[in-house]
């Protein structure tokens, strides 16, 4: 079946540190892979998306490559603020737009 | 231009009674889809709407039902409601071309639903 695997979290860094969250996936088919954050009290927003082999998404800072021989989308920032702490979901869609979302990763980033 | 509206945000419900939340998608968006977020659970897919259509399904029992009316706008209802439906019920549309390929969702800030 189609599933995602994210790292447990929390994430505790420091301000500036680096941040990597690991995404793995299974799917049939080739799926689109999306990286959605989610702020205390609110809804998810769209973070970052990939929807083939090999591209890079990237917004706001935040980056992750879609690897298919490693079936990743591991998401890395190269200096986190305080503002970046939330809850991150990994996702996966297929020719839906139902979407397949990890368990969530929540960062915390202390000044 | 607008996003997402859930209402209500907030509601509180006993076992056994049904409650229905709505959401009115982003103008011009055709696609609706709903999702059950649980600490345990995480994020669950119940079901997705396009042009007043059923057109995907998540595993959740018939007491979770939904519609679409012709502007878009969806509804979900849940019936003789249990604790473990206390959740925060999530609502998002897409702009779909009818290919159903999978795409962007544009996320309300949720109904958050405690049962008693």
């Known amino acids: 079946g189609n599933s995602v695997t994210q790292m447990e979290g929390p994430v505790t860094l420091s301000e500036e540190a680096f941040l990597t969250i690991n995404c793995t996936y299974t799917a049939t088919g080739y799926p689109s892979l999306f990286w959605y954050v989610q702020y205390p009290g609110e809804g998810l927003q769209l973070l970052l998306k990939?929807?083939?082999?090999?591209d890079k998404g990237s917004n706001k800072g935040f980056e992750a490559t879609y690897r298919k021989e490693t079936t990743s989308f591991h998401l890395e920032k190269g200096s986190v603020q305080v503002s970046d702490s939330a809850v991150y979901f990994c996702?996966?869609?297929?020719?839906?737009?139902?979407?397949?979302f990890g368990t969530g990763t929540r960062l915390q980033v202390f000044p | 231009k607008a996003g997402v509206t859930q209402t209500p945000r907030y509601l509180i419900k006993t076992r056994g009674q049904q409650v229905t939340l709505s959401c009115s998608p982003i103008s011009g968006h055709r696609s609706v889809s709903w999702y059950q977020q649980t600490p345990g659970q995480g994020l669950q897919f119940l079901f997705e709407?396009?042009?007043?259509?059923?057109?995907n399904k998540g595993n959740f029992p018939g007491r979770f039902s939904g519609r679409q009316f012709s502007n878009s706008r969806s509804e979900m209802n849940v019936s003789t409601l249990e604790l473990g439906d206390s959740a925060l019920y999530l609502c998002?549309?897409?702009?779909?071309?009818?290919?159903?390929?999978?795409?962007?969702?544009?996320f309300g800030e949720g109904s958050r639903l405690t049962v008693l």
């Open positions: 996702a996966l869609g297929l020719r839906t737009d139902k979407l397949i």
């Open positions: 990939a929807t083939k082999a090999d």
């Open positions: 709407y396009f042009s007043e259509t059923q057109r």
């Open positions: 998002a549309s897409s702009l779909d071309s009818g290919t159903g390929v999978g795409g962007e969702l544009f």
